[in-house]
């Protein structure tokens, strides 16, 4: 994962360097201009048509076989379609923490279903002893934010119901083993930038404050202060110019204090690669939490000389390993 995430970087630079160039090459072969070139990750084309470079296969749920968690889809909005997987560990008994999971994927790539997350998921729902239901939220550029921040909200809504009574889409795996005093949310990159505004908003919530015990931001994607050209384009791109990389949703120290107070969890883990870009403004978030004076905890957990994101690929890793114990760690010792 270490060398793809560093190809990516290296990708990203290369496109930043070549800007409208590339695109315009790209353009050429098939007479479709293109509209956005968001190398290595996709490409729009003036008629509207995406093309995306990475994260498009998927697998089916099942039981897997080297963890024996079982997983199954379940559709929770028909309206919207939006989906999720969940996971749960069949060897542990009791009630078990819930985890609410969000994909990364620079909000354009990647799905609940894709082979990346399939395993990673498997892996940790052993690993933690909890039941994940991760997200298959919309991607931009089709639905822009806030679409995806709408449907975090909307499956939050559904894990509460469904734990509560059984009710709505679904198997009643959340109703029968779950423990929703135990309750957490998390994401990598583009899902830790979701996760953490899930928490924003139901800590502004009436009926929403304190329900979730924990956060864990996994690499996030958060940018701010001298972002690169590059990195705005991107993020205009992501949300169609609504907000622009001074916004609380990409730029939460942007948020005053008391805002911060009102963070709807107890407990914060934010991890960190050592080469990874968004280094600087992961530090900036845990420091404007801890000095906040928000009253829960907050953990920066580092792993040098690794890129964005390293630990989803080769899970038998040394870092990788002690990565997933980390978190696995951060939500059984709550």
């Keep these: ?90 060897s542990r008994r009791g009630r078990l923490p819930v985890l609410l999971y969000f994909h990364g994927g620079a909000f354009v790539v990647e799905s609940a279903f894709g082979p990346v997350y399939h395993n990673y998921l498997n892996a940790l729902a052993a690993r933690a002893g909890v039941i994940a239901v991760s997200v298959n939220y919309r991607l931009a550029p089709e639905h822009t934010l806030p679409a995806a921040y709408d449907d975090s909200w909307t499956a939050l809504q559904w894990v509460l119901s469904n734990a509560r009574n059984g009710s709505g889409y679904g198997p009643s795996w959340l109703h029968k083993h779950g423990d929703m005093s135990r309750l957490f949310v998390g994401g990598d990159s583009a899902g830790g930038n979701i996760a953490h505004n899930l928490a924003m908003r139901a800590g502004q919530q009436d009926d929403g404050r304190g329900r979730i015990k924990g956060v864990a931001l996994l690499d996030p994607y958060f940018l701010g202060g001298h972002a690169s050209p590059w990195a705005e384009r991107a993020w205009g791109f992501i ?96």
Aim: net charge positive; glycine share 12%.
């Design 239 to 334: 949300c169609a110019g609504r907000y622009g990389t001074e916004h609380p949703y990409v730029d939460p120290m942007a948020l005053p204090a008391d805002a911060w107070r009102r963070l709807g969890a107890a407990r914060v883990l934010v991890t960190r690669s050592g080469q990874d870009r968004l280094g600087p403004w992961q530090g900036a978030y845990v420091d404007a939490l801890r000095g906040s004076g928000w009253g829960g905890q907050a953990r920066l957990y580092e792993t040098p000389g690794e890129a964005h994101c390293y630990f989803l690929n080769n899970l038998q890793s040394p870092k990788a390993a002690a990565h997933m114990a980390t978190v696995a760690e951060f939500v059984t010792h709550s």
């Design 1 to 90: 994962m270490a060398a793809r995430a560093l190809l990516i970087s290296l990708l990203l630079a290369l496109c930043s360097a070549l800007g409208e160039g590339v695109s315009a090459l790209r353009g050429r072969g098939n007479g479709d201009a293109v509209k956005f070139d968001f190398t290595p990750f996709l490409i729009q084309y003036e008629s509207g048509r995406v093309q995306r470079l990475m994260g498009t296969s998927v697998v089916p749920p099942s039981v897997d076989a080297r963890t024996g968690v079982a997983s199954t889809d379940v559709v929770v909005d028909q309206g919207t379609g939006l989906a999720v997987r969940l996971y749960r560990p069949s």
